[in-house]
């Protein structure tokens, strides 16, 4: 089956990208829950990630959403304990995640060294969880993108980034700090109803060149993965510099 070819959105600057897809989530969101009663989203960590998260409280249409019914997950994080500053989950809850009224029992936090014995027992919690969900697809994958072509915690060039057979995968030896991390797998962020990678910023420019032209996936991880319905590259201007008029 041919994949849906990605579409390119381009924002003025960081903010206006931030509001925009905030705005953007809340819509799928709200479509989710109208046609399934339940929305599953995964986000991403990292500045860009956590501005969204800002952009999503500031949105008035954000009561629009029954969020006791919304099922948060993260395409990655790094192993480290409950509340450490660097995990995605901490800094996507200061950004205010944990004001909008979600579930506890709705958030998949991945165990940290301080719930579990090693990453591969919380990358397999991870999987089971995705897998006892009762989501046969997440609605919306959010994803940044890394300078080098990653995504979540995929890299290029990395054994990690080929693992398949399981939605999520522990990966060791990082090239970009802290060394161990749990992802989840290419496979499955292919399990999205729509895929969006939200990036920022000229250093990640030539990275958005090769994702958008089909770079290949040992080098440019971003490349190649896609929604089931429709891939979004939604970047600032910055982030397409490198890109054909």
Not at 59 to 67: G, K, M, S, T
Not at 110 to 133: C, I, K, N, T
Not at 159 to 171: H, I, Q, S
Not at 196 to 207: C, E, I
Request: with cysteine; net charge negative.
């Amino acid at each position: 089956m041919t994949e849906p070819a990605a579409t390119v959105v381009v924002h003025r600057g960081r903010q206006a990208l931030a509001d925009a897809a905030a705005a953007r989530l809340v819509v799928a969101v709200v479509d989710a829950q109208s046609a399934r009663g339940v929305a599953h989203v995964s986000l991403t960590g990292g500045s860009m990630g956590s501005q969204i998260i800002e952009s999503l409280c500031a949105v008035p249409a954000r009561d629009a959403v029954d969020w006791s019914q919304v099922h948060v997950w993260w395409g990655d994080e790094r192993w480290l304990p409950t509340g450490d500053a660097d995990r995605n989950d901490t800094q996507n809850d200061a950004a205010g995640l944990d004001t909008l009224g979600l579930d506890p029992e709705h958030v998949h936090r991945v165990l940290g060294p301080d719930r579990s014995d090693s990453a591969e027992v919380s990358a397999q919690q991870y999987a089971d969880a995705v897998r006892q969900s009762g989501a046969d697809l997440f609605d919306v994958m959010v994803l940044g993108v890394g300078p080098d072509g990653h995504i979540a915690s995929l890299f290029p060039h990395h054994p990690a980034a080929a693992t398949t057979g399981t939605p999520a995968t522990a990966v060791h030896d990082s090239p970009k700090p802290p060394p161990t991390r749990v992802s989840l797998t290419r496979e499955c962020l292919e399990q999205s109803r729509e895929v969006w990678f939200l990036v920022s910023g000229s250093d990640k420019a030539d990275a958005v060149r090769r994702g958008v032209t089909g770079a290949p996936f040992e080098t440019t991880p971003a490349a190649h993965v896609h929604g089931v319905d429709r891939t979004l590259w939604l970047v600032d201007t910055d982030a397409a510099a490198d890109l054909e008029p």
